[in-house]
């Protein structure tokens, strides 16, 4: 099994709370039996973000997805893809509006 994760804060390194990556080892992946080297997300630190992206998107290319769990969020947004945003199959920079990031802030407290 081959787990990959949505989205990344730019700037976050994986080890910070407020980072996606830390929550989603944290409060999932610890949890489950899935093997460390097939573990993909996001590299929020990344020198190119684009490259970053299209390496991402090679990734997934390679493996299918056979379950898919994600977040909706009180906008109704799906993995930070915002209500509104084109659906592309690729991976994307992309800024969010202030209230989802704000929100994701106040749950990442939560932890």
Same mark, same amino acid.
């Given at each position: 099994?081959?787990?990959?994760? +949505? ?11 407020? %980072?996606? %990556? ?22 929020? +630190?990344?020198?190119? #973000? ?9 990734? #997934? ?5 056979? +379950? ?5 969020? %009180? ?15 690729? %991976? ?12 994701? $802030? $106040?749950?990442? $407290?939560? +932890?």
């Amino acid at each position: 099994m081959y787990a990959f994760t +949505l989205d990344e804060y730019i700037g976050l390194p994986p080890d910070d709370p407020r %980072s996606v %990556s830390y929550r989603i080892r944290h409060q999932l992946l610890h949890h489950v039996n899935v093997r460390s080297d097939h573990i993909h997300m996001p590299d929020g +630190l990344a020198a190119d #973000l684009q490259a970053a992206c299209a390496e991402y998107d090679r990734l #997934l290319d390679e493996h299918s997805v056979d +379950l898919g769990i994600v977040g909706v969020g %009180s906008n109704g947004h799906i993995g930070f893809n915002e209500p509104g945003t084109p659906l592309v199959p690729a %991976s994307v920079l992309q800024l969010h509006p202030f209230l989802t990031v704000i929100l994701d $802030k $106040k749950a990442a $407290k939560l +932890l």
